[in-house]
């Protein structure tokens, strides 16, 4: 939707209205949206033709062998490092809302809606920024309940007092990000900038997040000419048209 940092969106959403565990109170959960399969590739289809049951004896010998290796050797498992480490490991680069690409930031949701809004706006702008992008474009998407434990400096709810914590100009939110680390605060509390009312987790270090928890899968379409994206969580069921 031009001129508005908003989304048009159709569909019903209440379900995805639901917080997971406002941070502030002990449950203490937020939604992790990330890219992902659906469903499991056969990581033995190369070495085995696609034999289902070569592929078998192949699954069961790994295990044999991960089995045999002693506890804390591997301290830290595949959804621990996709949802939670991957930002601060593999992307402090990045130059996001709160990241000025010096150190990695992670971004949950308190809602899963907040952060369908969220990923969904990214994917559009991605997609349309590439020249000769015309066609719909497919993503799968893992969504993870993710545990925070951590006193959380508190901005929701101030996006109208400071505009620029959801502006399109990331200067200002640079300035907070860079700060709040500076002075040693583990993360934040954010206004969404693509869902009114949502509400964002900014964490600047993996310490404070832990048990990460399959939560859904979702398939999004996107059109970047028209700006649109569609959400299914069951299969052929969309449940959001966002329009941007």
């Known amino acids: 939707m031009r001129g508005s940092p908003y989304a048009e969106s159709s569909g019903s959403g209440g379900e995805f209205e639901l917080p997971a565990g406002d941070p502030r109170h002990p449950r203490g959960d937020a939604f992790r949206n990330i890219v992902s399969l659906r469903k499991s590739q056969d990581l033995f289809d190369d070495l085995t033709g696609g034999d289902t049951s070569l592929s078998a004896i192949a699954v069961e010998a790994e295990a044999k062998v991960k089995a045999g290796i002693p506890l804390g050797l591997i301290p830290r498992g595949f959804h621990y490092t996709i949802?939670?480490?991957?930002?601060?490991?593999?992307e402090p680069y990045l130059k996001t809302r709160y990241g000025n690409g010096s150190y990695g930031v992670w971004y949950g949701a308190l809602a899963l809606n907040t952060t369908i809004h969220e990923t969904a706006f990214h994917m559009v702008r991605e997609e349309s920024g590439i020249e000769g992008n015309t066609?719909?474009?497919?993503?799968?998407?893992?969504?993870?309940?993710?545990?925070?434990?951590?006193?959380?400096?508190?901005?929701?709810?101030k996006e109208a007092?400071?505009?620029?914590?959801?502006?399109?100009?990331?200067?200002?939110?640079?300035?907070?990000?860079?700060?709040?680390?500076?002075?040693?605060?583990?993360?934040?509390?954010?206004?969404?900038?693509?869902?009114?009312?949502?509400?964002?987790?900014?964490?600047?270090?993996?310490?404070?997040?832990?048990?990460?928890?399959?939560?859904?899968?979702?398939?999004?379409?996107?059109?970047?000419?028209?700006?649109?994206?569609?959400?299914?969580?069951?299969?052929g069921k969309v449940i959001f048209t966002l329009r941007f």
């Open 83 to 90: 949802s939670i480490n991957y930002p601060f490991e593999y």
């Open 135 to 157: 066609g719909l474009i497919h993503r799968e998407r893992a969504v993870y309940l993710i545990h925070c434990k951590a006193l959380l400096i508190d901005l929701s709810g």
């Open 161 to 235: 007092e400071y505009p620029d914590l959801v502006g399109q100009d990331y200067g200002f939110t640079h300035q907070v990000g860079e700060r709040v680390r500076r002075e040693g605060h583990p993360g934040l509390l954010s206004p969404s900038a693509r869902y009114k009312s949502g509400i964002n987790l900014v964490s600047f270090s993996p310490a404070i997040l832990s048990d990460p928890r399959l939560s859904c899968y979702l398939t999004y379409t996107c059109d970047p000419v028209r700006r649109i994206v569609t959400v299914e969580r069951t299969v």
